[in-house]
């Protein structure tokens, strides 16, 4: 069973803000997902604090 939880970024490239579908079901994880408007390649960072929340960091993929 997956598990989404709709956030909202800052395109790292563009500045636009997006909403978008995490995969919190496990972490930490990585992945690559284009922006909606400049389709530019964005890092999504996900780790879990000590208390169980989910923290989501973007970053371009030239950092």
Known sequence: MLYQRETFIQCPYCGETL????????SPQSYYEDCSVCCAPILFLLTEDEFGEL????????E
């Open 19 to 26: 909403d978008v579908l995490v995969d919190d079901s496990s």
């Open 55 to 62: 923290h989501v960091d973007v970053k371009r993929d030239d």
